[in-house]
């Protein structure tokens, strides 16, 4: 399609232009967006006689809808959708059309930030079960979309247009726990979800009052005030809830709350956290820094109420320090079995947006914000002096590195900076020059690389010449940074089948999505695509053969269009030899394994004739009862399809049409010849569709049959896979040297100009509570990858020293006290964590509400295992010299000088 330079700028500022609040933008399908951006050359690339087959058709949104119509869960921008402005959808819509019984998929921009503005789309909204528990009628709980930004207020006059309910009655408000008590909300009505850190799902019940003003007596077993909540001021309460100062008395809770299982008494640090939603990762990180023994007793102890920096422009006016204090005193009151960390996440969400949504994060991410905001918040220095920085000028690294220590503690002076701060010696090397810049810097978190996957797995199916062969499901290992030319070879030599015959492409939603070269990228495919790979009868460029892509469709008779069904194929066919006639018989034979023979007779033939589409030519068709290969001879005396006086012919016919479409069978693109006449266009390959009516597809296609594939075991047999490793090695990796990649070039101020220079890192000093990372997860513009090898780390004994190059520095052996575990794969896994009780030294497992006892400590060590907590066994904090800490830093040295014990005495 032909467009001006002018339109294709303007579109490219609007979809590039930045969100506005209020504003609606729309989700389209990737795939659609992709043949889109081909059809109009968005990119630039040059034009070519053959880009009408690119020609998207209507915007077709089917894969990213569930059958119910919305939205599929757990979606993601780029690999499923993309988001487009309402004047490009406008476009779109105008130019295209799109799907019948597809409503357009809007999403509004909404404002999640409390203090600084933070846009985003809102692209998956609340659903909100509403329950009325007093209604005399019984009606049915009913589910309702809200958006996060909506009020409680928003909410209660759902619940009264639903239930009928007048304005002037009063109403108490409670939200159904996991456990199915109810809890009270009485915050005040213009608190929005997102405020309430309320999620999909979320179950919301409503009381009315009784005629006399009073309310129903709720079985106290069915309550729930484990949660801090905000009281309201007299009058605000009676204004929003139509309650009186009276009536709200009783309702009201100040601070934290001990639910009814309070007076049971529970073992103190053993308290579960609630899931909000996909919060897992919070609480996994959360019960981690719980269990580091002198930063819980800092707050215990309520030290940090000296320390609160309200003032501090980098921190959060003291409210992440307040809610964290607020959580930990809740956690080792000894008197919950679990708790909603509900106040701590809104304050999480207000200060940091991007943690304010339900969508499962990093708990690294959440690890590094929660420290720097502790810090920021508690920092000790009030005004930071401004310091230059300089460059080490050849300086003796002890030199610079305790003035580069002593610069940061002018400005970083918190318990954060105490217990979690260590310096990093880097070393960069110009390769042109040879100039050596060294610079030393604070750290808090050790991140260490985990060796890259060098092979990928990919999931294939291979659709022989052969049509009476099944397509074979395959799963072939191939060098991740390879190419789709590798991925050939091993099919080849798997199946033994000739290398330049193999044609790989992607399948989606019946129509081949892209057709790969042998020099792309095996990085661009994903986990998420539908690999098969057809064999031709000939060379992949052999130009005396067309290379013919074929797709199924069936007329929707309620609007006349044609969908895709089934799988598509690629067959060749000689040009010497290619007449429509000819086209028919082989289409045919490809499909002989799932087509079946209809009687000659049968009425469903006068269906053919009444497959009505202005674009669809019935073609004289050909007997393939009596043989495929062979045309049988007929008198070219009437219109194809029907006989002079329009009834159908004696002559048996194909029971579909054959149209010469585009790349995604949503437009025919120009005729074809006549049966006997050779068809004769400029490409080697082009598209055509089997056009069918749903009645004789019934009939003749069988989609059991064609929807089979056979299972090719142990095709993976080969690849070369390491089970596990040891923390050391992790260690040792981080730091190698290392050359910096084009993107990543170091600007070298000898040569004037950015050079991909060599780059290592060495730990200078390190702090009491070690903080490591293993960096399992990987991402890229085509795809996210999890890293799931065992490394294996000790509980104890971490000895430190090897890897520390300032001279003489003092023994630093360190024990684990706590793990975030993650498991499961990207956007859909789960964090626990494993943590050591400071009280009775015992290993405990926490997940989100759950807290059980580890039976053994080895269980700690898993292949899960994604950031881990130590603390030095003879630490230089002061911190460490309180009552009780001593005790948790020294069993470890007794734990393990009793192991050496007893392996002397075997």
């Known amino acids: 399609m032909a467009m001006t330079r002018s339109k294709i700028a303007d579109i490219k500022q609007q979809l590039n232009k930045p969100l506005v609040k209020g504003e609606k933008w729309y989700l389209v399908d990737r795939k659609w967006f992709d043949q889109w951006k081909k059809y109009v050359n968005l990119d630039g690339q040059d034009?070519?006689?053959?880009?009408?087959?690119?020609?998207?058709?209507?915007?077709?949104?089917?894969?990213?809808?569930?059958?119910?119509?919305?939205?599929?869960?757990?979606?993601?921008?780029?690999?499923?959708?993309?988001?487009?402005?309402?004047?490009?959808?406008?476009?779109?819509?105008?130019?295209?059309?799109?799907?019948?019984?597809?409503?357009?998929?809007?999403?509004?921009?909404?404002?999640?930030?409390?203090?600084?503005?933070?846009?985003?789309?809102?692209?998956?909204?609340?659903?909100?079960?509403?329950?009325?528990?007093?209604?005399?009628?019984?009606?049915?709980?009913?589910?309702?979309?809200?958006?996060?930004?909506?009020?409680?207020?928003?909410?209660?006059?759902?619940?009264?247009?639903?239930?009928?309910?007048?304005?002037?009655?009063?109403?108490?408000?409670?939200?159904?726990?996991?456990?199915?008590?109810?809890?009270?909300?009485?915050?005040?009505?213009?608190?929005?979800?997102?405020?309430?850190?309320?999620?999909?799902?979320?179950?919301?019940?409503?009381?009315?009052?009784?005629?006399?003003?009073?309310?129903?007596?709720?079985?106290?077993?069915?309550?729930?005030?484990?949660?801090?909540?905000?009281?309201?001021?007299?009058?605000?309460?009676?204004?929003?809830?139509?309650?009186?100062?009276?009536?709200?008395?009783?309702?009201?809770?100040?601070?934290?709350?001990?639910?009814?299982?309070?007076?049971?008494?529970?073992?103190?640090?053993?308290?579960?956290?609630?899931?909000?939603?996909?919060?897992?990762?919070?609480?996994?990180?959360?019960?981690?820094?719980?269990?580091?023994?002198?930063?819980?007793?800092?707050?215990?102890?309520?030290?940090?109420?000296?320390?609160?920096?309200?003032?501090?422009?980098?921190?959060?006016?003291?409210?992440?320090?307040?809610?964290?204090?607020?959580?930990?005193?809740?956690?080792?009151s000894g008197q919950h079995s679990s708790y909603s960390p509900r106040q701590f996440k809104i304050q999480v969400g207000r200060f940091a947006p991007q943690f304010s949504n339900y969508l499962q994060h990093d708990s690294q991410e959440l690890l590094t914000f929660l420290l720097d905001g502790l810090h920021e918040d508690l920092n000790r220095i009030k005004e930071k002096p401004y310091i230059e920085l300089k460059d080490s000028d050849d300086r003796d690294d002890e030199i610079v590195a305790q003035e580069a220590w002593e610069n940061y503690r002018k400005r970083n002076d918190s318990i954060i900076v105490d217990l979690f701060h260590g310096l990093l010696k880097s070393t960069v090397i110009c390769p042109k020059c040879s100039k050596v810049s060294v610079t030393f810097d604070p750290f808090c978190t050790l991140s260490l690389p985990l060796p890259a996957k060098?092979?990928?797995?990919?999931?294939?199916?291979?659709?022989?010449?052969?049509?009476?062969?099944?397509?074979?499901?395959?799963?072939?290992?191939?060098?991740?940074?390879?190419?789709?030319?590798?991925?050939?070879?091993?099919?080849?030599?798997?199946?033994?089948?000739?290398?330049?015959?193999?044609?790989?492409?992607?399948?989606?939603?019946?129509?081949?999505?892209?057709?790969?070269?042998?020099?792309?990228?095996?990085?661009?495919?994903?986990?998420?695509?539908?690999?098969?790979?057809?064999?031709?009868?000939?060379?992949?460029?052999?130009?005396?053969?067309?290379?013919?892509?074929?797709?199924?469709?069936?007329?929707?008779?309620?609007?006349?269009?044609?969908?895709?069904?089934?799988?598509?194929?690629?067959?060749?066919?000689?040009?010497?030899?290619?007449?429509?006639?000819?086209?028919?018989?082989?289409?045919?034979?490809?499909?002989?394994?799932?087509?079946?023979?209809?009687?000659?007779k049968d009425k469903l033939w006068e269906d053919m004739v009444l497959l009505e589409s202005s674009y669809i030519k019935k073609e004289e068709l050909i007997d393939e009862s009596e043989n495929i290969n062979e045309p049988m001879e007929t008198e070219d005396t009437s219109q194809p399809g029907s006989s002079q006086n329009g009834e159908v012919e004696e002559a048996v016919k194909y029971p579909f049409c054959i149209n010469r479409i585009n790349s995604i069978a949503s437009a025919v693109i120009g005729p074809l010849p006549d049966n006997d006449k050779l068809i004769d266009f400029n490409e080697d390959s082009f598209y055509i569709s089997c056009d069918w009516t749903p009645s004789i597809r019934n009939i003749c296609y069988d989609a059991e049959e064609a929807e089979k594939t056979v299972d090719v075991p142990n095709s993976t047999k080969g690849a070369i896979k390491r089970s596990s490793m040891y923390l050391k090695e992790c260690l040792e990796l981080y730091t190698t040297v290392e050359k910096l990649g084009a993107d990543d070039a170091w600007y070298c101020p000898q040569c004037k100009e950015h050079q991909q220079a060599t780059k290592k890192f060495d730990i200078w000093s390190l702090p009491d509570v070690l903080v490591i990372q293993l960096k399992r997860f990987s991402y890229n513009r085509y795809s996210r990858d999890k890293l799931d090898i065992f490394v294996e780390f000790p509980l104890r004994d971490l000895e430190m020293n090897p890897y520390v190059v300032q001279k003489g520095y003092r023994q630093s052996i360190y024990d684990l006290v706590c793990v975030s575990n993650h498991y499961g794969g990207l956007g859909s896994g789960h964090y626990t964590a494993y943590a050591k009780n400071k009280d009775d030294k015992r290993w405990y497992s926490f997940d989100d509400s759950s807290v059980s006892p580890v039976s053994s400590e080895d269980q700690v060590i898993t292949k899960a295992g994604y950031v881990l907590f130590y603390v030095r066994r003879d630490p230089d904090s002061s911190h460490f010299n309180r009552p009780g800490i001593t005790d948790v830093v020294s069993s470890s040295k007794i734990e393990s000088e009793d192991e050496e014990n007893s392996m002397d005495q075997c």
């Open 454 to 600: 060098k092979e990928k797995t990919v999931e294939v199916y291979l659709v022989k010449e052969d049509p009476s062969q099944r397509p074979m499901r395959h799963r072939f290992a191939v060098p991740k940074a390879g190419n789709v030319r590798d991925l050939l070879e091993v099919v080849s030599k798997q199946n033994g089948v000739p290398v330049n015959e193999l044609v790989v492409t992607e399948v989606c939603n019946s129509k081949f999505i892209k057709v790969y070269g042998p020099e792309d990228s095996i990085f661009s495919m994903t986990d998420r695509d539908t690999i098969y790979v057809y064999q031709l009868p000939c060379k992949i460029d052999d130009p005396s053969y067309y290379k013919i892509c074929v797709y199924n469709r069936e007329k929707k008779s309620t609007y006349g269009l044609l969908s895709p069904f089934g799988l598509p194929f690629i067959m060749g066919i000689k040009k010497s030899e290619a007449t429509v006639n000819r086209l028919y018989e082989g289409v045919v034979k490809k499909m002989q394994r799932y087509f079946k023979n209809l009687d000659p």
């Open 47 to 332: 034009e070519s006689d053959t880009q009408e087959i690119y020609n998207p058709g209507p915007l077709d949104n089917s894969s990213i809808l569930g059958k119910s119509g919305n939205l599929k869960p757990k979606l993601s921008e780029k690999e499923d959708y993309e988001v487009v402005p309402e004047s490009v959808w406008n476009y779109f819509n105008q130019t295209f059309g799109r799907m019948p019984k597809q409503e357009p998929i809007s999403r509004q921009v909404i404002d999640v930030g409390k203090d600084k503005e933070w846009l985003q789309l809102e692209i998956y909204p609340i659903d909100v079960e509403l329950e009325h528990i007093n209604n005399k009628n019984k009606q049915l709980p009913v589910t309702r979309e809200f958006s996060r930004n909506s009020t409680l207020a928003d909410v209660l006059n759902g619940f009264r247009l639903i239930y009928t309910i007048k304005t002037t009655t009063p109403v108490k408000i409670f939200e159904k726990e996991s456990n199915g008590k109810l809890r009270e909300i009485t915050e005040s009505q213009s608190s929005t979800l997102n405020d309430l850190c309320l999620s999909s799902g979320t179950k919301l019940s409503i009381q009315t009052a009784n005629p006399d003003g009073s309310f129903p007596r709720i079985d106290a077993r069915l309550t729930s005030s484990s949660n801090s909540v905000i009281a309201l001021p007299s009058s605000h309460a009676e204004k929003t809830t139509g309650l009186t100062s009276s009536q709200m008395a009783s309702s009201r809770t100040y601070g934290i709350n001990t639910d009814a299982s309070g007076s049971k008494g529970y073992q103190p640090g053993l308290c579960g956290l609630s899931n909000l939603g996909n919060t897992c990762f919070m609480n996994s990180i959360l019960q981690s820094l719980s269990n580091i023994p002198p930063l819980t007793l800092y707050f215990l102890e309520k030290r940090y109420l000296e320390e609160i920096n309200e003032d501090n422009p980098l921190g959060n006016h003291g409210e992440i320090a307040r809610a964290y204090a607020d959580l930990i005193r809740t956690i080792w």
